[in-house]
């Protein structure tokens, strides 16, 4: 199957910093690209989705300024959690789709803590 | 997009067949049935998807009734290595396709 790729795997970071985490699609062109937070012993919830060259669309709730998403190629996509504060502490893992009606591949997360 | 409910969890001896259910009985006609699952603290993986015909792969068996209300995941020879979180979602798979997960079943596989 496609192989998703996400940098760093775990990162710590103090309050008020950012942090950038990077996604990768490997051997496929991803158009579409998904974000999700997940919290211990709860579901993935989808933070956004971004298509290649065009701006993310976020759900409701999530704060666009907070969570910047650049989708600058298609098979990079970013998300900077800008001002991190502990109860940004979560796993993140993003998603890439190559084609409308293709399934989802994930990539494996990355565990943010903010101290 | 249609809701799914699953048992929250299940339990299974090592080398017999899982069998996970899954109710979604609000499907449309054009959504398919697809099936993650989350190993623990890993990414969810992709295992199957169908529309209305019975799906076979190298990892699983997805039966689906006749009236599209339900389905079942059926892991032929269940492994330690199957102990995870499995998602049923339904999706349309158009152009809106985004997966939204939901509690999942806790599948434990037993020694």
């Known amino acids: 199957g496609a192989v998703v790729s996400q940098h760093p795997s775990w990162v710590i970071c103090k309050s008020g910093t950012s942090v950038k985490i990077e996604c990768r699609s490997l051997?496929?062109?991803?158009?579409?690209m998904f974000w999700y937070r997940q919290f211990p012993k709860q579901s993935l919830m989808l933070m956004a989705t971004?298509?290649?060259?065009?701006?993310?669309?976020?759900e409701q709730g999530v704060e666009k300024d907070k969570f910047l998403i650049n989708h600058a190629s298609l098979t990079l996509s970013t998300l900077t959690v800008t001002s991190a504060h502990p109860e940004d502490s979560s796993f993140y893992i993003c998603?890439?789709?190559?084609?409308?009606?293709?399934?989802?591949?994930f990539g494996p997360g990355t565990r943010l803590t903010v101290t | 997009d249609a809701k799914t409910t699953q048992p929250p969890s299940m339990d299974c001896a090592e080398g017999r067949a899982a069998n996970l259910p899954c109710n979604h009985s609000?499907?449309?006609?054009?959504?398919?049935v697809y099936w993650y699952r989350q190993i623990h603290s890993q990414g969810p993986q992709y295992i199957i998807h169908?529309?209305?015909n019975n799906e076979t792969n190298e990892m699983a068996s997805l039966i689906i009734t006749e009236d599209r209300k339900s389905s079942t995941l059926i892991l032929p020879h269940a492994t330690l290595r199957d102990t995870a979180v499995y998602y049923c979602?339904?999706?349309?798979?158009?152009?809106?396709?985004?997966?939204?997960f939901g509690k999942g079943t806790l599948l434990t596989v037993n020694p």
């Open positions: 979602i339904v999706d349309s798979g158009g152009s809106n396709y985004k997966l939204t």
């Open positions: 998603s890439a789709r190559g084609s409308p009606g293709y399934e989802q591949y």
């Open positions: 971004s298509n290649e060259g065009s701006k993310a669309t976020y």
């Open positions: 169908g529309l209305k």
């Open positions: 609000t499907i449309s006609g054009n959504e398919y």
């Open positions: 051997d496929f062109q991803a158009t579409t």
